[in-house]
Nanobody, 115 residues
């Protein structure tokens, strides 16, 4: 079992940057995959980045080259560095992991990209 708490969201202008953090209530050292998802109003939740214990990352084409996920196992924290933000990146961003087949989600953090 784990609790995930996201932070770092906010309002940013197009072209700007934000860094999201996801703090876990327990060690993430052995959690194989940590991920970030987002959900915009009226749309399905979608994966934006994932990272394995070995550091392998995965991104959809929509964010590739603009977003970067990282994990600090010593601090039980996963980060999502977002740059060159676009209005279509506006969404609630959620941290996720799977432990023993159970999906765990944070409460989400709102990211709004607007001038």
């Amino acid at each position: 079992q784990v609790q995930l708490v996201e932070s770092g969201g906010g309002l940013v202008q197009p072209g700007g940057s934000l860094r999201l953090s996801c703090a876990a209530s327990r060690s993430i050292f052995s959690i194989y995959v940590m991920g970030w998802y987002r959900q915009a109003p009226g749309k399905q939740r979608e994966l934006v980045a994932s990272i394995t214990t070995s550091g392998d990352t995965n991104y959809p084409d929509s964010v590739k080259g603009r977003f970067a996920i990282s994990r600090d196992n010593a601090k039980n924290t996963v980060f999502l560095q977002m740059s060159s933000l676009k209005p279509e990146d506006t969404a609630v961003y959620y941290c996720n992991c799977i432990i023993l087949g159970i999906n765990y989600w944070g409460q989400g953090t709102q990211v709004t990209v607007s001038s």
